[in-house]
């Protein structure tokens, strides 16, 4: 008897786990997930010209939200051009070789560098931007941006040649050609 009882229990147990397999995946809907269109998507994508960012701002005044929205953008694509500028000028001043005065001319590059980025993310072309009421009544923008990969290049080579420390080592147009191709190379 007990051993009847025990089989019907693994059998039901088997039978109702084996009723719970399903075939059909789980959709995000079923979850209760709604994807969301972005707008200005797509934007904020680097290709091999540009560094692309987008942001999105929030508030009661319509330029306050647009100023949020400029800053995120102009933050997304300081972030991934931060790294980069530092790795360039690094990278630029070693294949120079001179490594007594390496630390310093690297510091001096890297400050110059900065420097260019900045005044071109004040410069930005703006490429898309997209502005919402919501039912509460505040204001959403959206907007993306974007940088010239040439021309953020230039700016640097320019920028590195005038200064007085560098110019002893600094070939213009040399550096304009390696960090044009060493920024085409970069992926996000």
Not at 26 to 31: A, K, V, Y
Request: charged share 25%.
């Amino acid at each position: 008897m007990k051993r009847t009882v025990i089989l019907m229990a693994t059998v039901s147990t088997m039978m109702l786990f084996g009723a719970c397999k399903s075939n059909k995946p789980i959709t995000q809907e079923q979850i209760g997930n709604k994807e969301i269109e972005l707008p200005c998507s797509g934007y904020d994508r680097d290709t091999e010209d540009y560094f692309g960012g987008s942001g999105i701002g929030e508030n009661v005044n319509m330029q306050n939200a647009r100023l949020t929205a400029l800053n995120a953008a102009k933050s997304m694509i300081n972030a991934k051009i931060g790294g980069l500028a530092k790795g360039l000028a690094t990278d630029y001043v070693r294949s120079q070789g001179g490594a007594a005065q390496q630390d310093d001319v690297q510091r001096i590059a890297e400050r110059e560098i900065t420097q260019v980025v900045e005044r071109l993310l004040n410069d930005a072309e703006q490429v898309c931007e997209k502005m919402y009421q919501t039912p509460n009544g505040t204001y959403q923008s959206h907007i993306a941006i974007r940088i010239s990969k040439k021309e953020l290049a230039n700016n640097m080579a320019t920028a590195l040649s005038d200064d007085q420390k560098l110019e002893g080592m600094f070939h213009r147009d040399q550096f304009r050609k390696w960090a044009e191709e060493y920024m085409k190379n970069f992926k996000n």
